[in-house]
T-cell receptor
């Protein structure tokens, strides 16, 4: 499929906020998702946003959606060392998911 | 509630061998899909199904077959394994998007396949 773009790496200090950005391709995508993958593990759904929303907040996670620019971001407040993982942005194609290559988040003490 | 179950977790094949990766879900989800994950490539869609008896190709279908005879099961068959098929394979399921209670795609824990 067409490319969903994400930056590959992000490093933050413990306690700071992390912002992971994503640009997607399909303006008809109904849902957009953020998944987390820890080393050697499967994919854990973190949150998703419906395309008619601008923002969604879920505890430490805030998702912002700019449909005009096809830009999605995930903000993690008070980032902890346990948040170190790969974060994938994905758009729904209507029957499956189209993933970005993932952003490796490293949280340093 | 087991979610999405994939077997086996690990497999080593010789070039030319065939095998089936199993995927089963107990959530009565209509949508199921298979992905492969390679370093630096993210997850790429191999095949998907929108219901029993209906399958279609994704981005990288060559060398793989699928079938969906029941809602619960969606096996992935490697016809003649090649080293390029060394990867981690994930199966996922989802309710029909737009249904009330859509909570995204649930993934299995993956099958790590090595072809030598």
């Amino acid at each position: 499929g067409e490319d969903v773009e994400q930056s590959l790496f992000l490093s933050v200090r413990e306690g700071d906020s992390s912002v992971i950005n994503c640009t997607y391709t399909d303006s008809s995508s109904t849902y957009l998702y953020w998944y987390k993958q820890e080393p050697g593990a499967g994919l854990q759904l973190l949150t998703y946003i419906f395309s008619n929303m601008d923002m969604k907040q879920d505890q430490r996670l805030t998702v912002l959606l700019n449909k005009k620019d096809k830009h999605l971001s995930l903000r993690i407040a008070d980032t902890q060392t346990g948040d170190s993982a790969i974060y994938f942005c994905a758009e729904s194609t209507g029957y499956a998911l189209n993933f970005g290559k993932g952003t490796s988040l490293l949280v340093t003490p | 509630n087991a979610g999405v179950t994939q077997t086996p977790k690990f497999q080593v094949l010789k070039t030319g061998q065939s095998m089936t990766l199993q995927c089963a879900q107990d959530m009565n989800h209509e949508y199921m899909s298979w992905y492969r994950q390679d370093p630096g490539m993210g997850l790429r869609l191999i095949h998907y199904s929108v219901g029993a008896g209906i399958t279609d190709q994704g981005e990288v279908p060559n060398g793989y077959n699928v079938s969906r005879s029941t809602t619960e099961d969606f096996p992935l068959r490697l016809l003649s394994a090649a080293p390029s098929q060394t990867s981690v394979y994930f199966c996922a399921s989802s309710p029909t998007p737009g249904d009330r209670g859509h909570y995204g795609y649930t993934f299995g824990s993956g099958t790590r396949l090595t072809v030598v």
